[in-house]
């Protein structure tokens, strides 16, 4: 009798954790809408008539006003984060990498594989690293319009229990692969019967061989819609003596053309974390490889630099499983600093991976966000482990559509800048750029004294930003405008 008391009490509670993750539907008192469009305001269904409504929306049409063209994807002509933040808040912690440092002396100690270590364990003690790109996924990541895939979630795991879990849920297997900076398996699975993915993600947190569960959040790149490049003289960088020679530098963003005289030697390396999707456009990820180190006429601010350069961005979006690939493909190419120039809403997969990076000694900058002084906070910026950057103008003004926040770190110059963009060039205003001028002038930095680290790197900025606005660090300019030359002779 005992025993099936405890079996009901485990089965309502389990009832109980599932409702409660459940997200909220929509609501609303027109008498207007049909019924399909409430199942499609509710997720009740994913018929094509709801991506169709979907679309037009976005576009500030009346759903069900005519057609829209079989396949069609949305994209706005100025890029905006319109994520809102996570309900609650009340997350746990994210855990702590193993730095794979020797507290004591601060150096790398021999590489050891535990017996029966996963691929992606041996990889962290210095074993064999699989290459995202060695993994194909079954079916390609899409570009779709709203804050996250309707129909995916994403879930590490541990060990070969991929197709089971997937069998258990009535779930499809749509990619998996190793991922070195989340230390586990990272697998996408697809919602085939149309289930709200918040309903999937509390069934899936009852299985403990799912260690993380989220939605494939969808990200935005920074550039507002838009003079010479100012930026060296407002952050005190010589520009006869700028240089990041050596320095390597991964970029996540679009494709870039490599043929504009700007990147000459620039790019080491290129990696398409989305090969199934055509590319259609290559200005943003030229304009920011460009101001970082670009050469010739439109010089960079760390000529001399190493771009590693990974493609995950197209029509001004991605999702979250690209770019965690592109960051695991960037980790792997022993880069000092990483530029994430988009926003998203807050996801757990990216926070340990930036996490991870920043364990590994890697400096992240990331643009701190495009919406304005109401918006919501900007993710990967707003993550502990990262340097968010805000813009300001020639005359140190702050860019109006930019977010505010307590995240906020620094300021830099991103505003009506001139950069290389496709063949040529174009004036250009985000914080995606203000970002760019960041990691070109800590490159400066790590390439005058290359044992510095990422925290005495955060710490020098900080230090030696000269103050904007009220006095102290604020939450529209962070600790104030970028200033190299005094970081440059701060104390170790």
């Not at 409430?38 to 057609?67: M, Q, V």
């Not at 009535?170 to 149309?194: A, K, M, N, W, Y």
């Not at 960088?237 to 050596?246: P, Q, V």
């Not at 174009?426 to 510095?452: E, K, Q, Y």
Request: charged share 20%; with cysteine.
């Amino acid at each position: 009798m005992a025993a099936r008391a405890v079996i009901r009490f485990a089965a309502l509670l389990v009832a109980a954790t599932m409702i409660g993750a459940a997200p909220a539907l929509a609501q609303t008192n027109d008498p207007n809408l049909t019924q399909t469009e409430i199942d499609c305001l509710n997720r009740a269904t994913t018929a094509a008539d709801c991506i169709e409504d979907d679309t037009k929306a976005a576009s500030g049409e009346r759903p069900g006003a005519g057609s829209a063209a079989t396949n069609a994807v949305f994209l706005p002509a100025l890029i905006v984060d319109l994520f809102p933040n996570p309900v609650g808040g009340g997350q746990a912690p994210l855990p702590t990498p193993d730095p794979r440092r020797d507290p004591a002396g601060g150096g790398l100690p021999p590489p050891v594989a535990p017996a029966g270590a996963t691929a992606v364990q041996a990889a962290a003690a210095g074993g064999p690293i699989v290459s995202p790109s060695d993994l194909v996924a079954a079916e390609p990541p899409r570009a779709i319009v709203g804050d996250f895939v309707p129909d995916e979630v994403l879930v590490t795991v541990e060990g070969g229990a991929v197709q089971q879990i997937a069998a258990s849920f009535g779930l499809e297997v749509r990619s998996q692969r190793q991922s070195q900076l989340l230390g586990s398996t990272l697998v996408r699975f697809g919602i085939p019967d149309g289930r709200p993915v918040g309903v999937v993600l509390a069934q899936l947190a009852a299985d403990g061989r799912t260690l993380r569960r989220e939605p494939n959040h969808i990200y935005s790149l920074q550039q507002v819609a838009t003079v010479v490049n100012y930026a060296f003289d407002r952050i005190a960088l010589d520009a006869k003596e700028a240089s990041g020679e050596n320095v390597r530098i991964a970029v996540v963003d679009t494709a870039i053309d490599d043929t504009n005289p700007a990147l000459s030697g620039v790019i080491a390396d290129q990696f398409d974390a989305m090969p199934d999707v055509p590319i259609e456009a290559r200005d943003h990820g030229t304009s920011i490889d460009g101001l970082i180190a670009g050469v010739g006429a439109l010089k960079g601010m760390a000529p001399g630099a190493r771009i590693y350069h990974a493609r995950a961005f197209e029509g001004g979006k991605s999702s979250m499983d690209v770019i965690l690939a592109a960051l695991d493909w960037a980790a792997e190419q022993d880069v000092r600093i990483i530029n994430m120039s988009f926003v998203g809403p807050k996801n757990d997969l990216l926070g340990v991976a930036c996490r991870n990076a920043r364990a590994l000694g890697i400096v992240l900058v990331a643009a701190a966000g495009n919406n304005g002084p109401k918006a919501p906070y900007g993710y990967p910026a707003a993550f502990d482990s990262v340097i968010a950057v805000t813009a300001t103008d020639a005359k140190d003004g702050l860019m109006q559509q930019a977010n505010r926040g307590a995240y906020v770190f620094l300021s830099a110059p991103g505003v009506e800048m001139v950069a290389p963009s496709g063949a040529g060039s174009d004036v250009v205003t985000g914080t995606s750029f203000a970002a760019a001028i960041v990691t070109g002038a800590i490159a400066n930095l790590l390439h005058a004294a290359p044992d510095r680290s990422a925290d005495w790197v955060e710490k020098a900025l900080a230090a030696t930003a000269r103050d904007l606005g009220p006095k102290g660090r604020d939450n529209d300019f962070g600790h104030g405008l970028l200033d190299i030359k005094a970081a440059a002779t701060a104390k170790e």
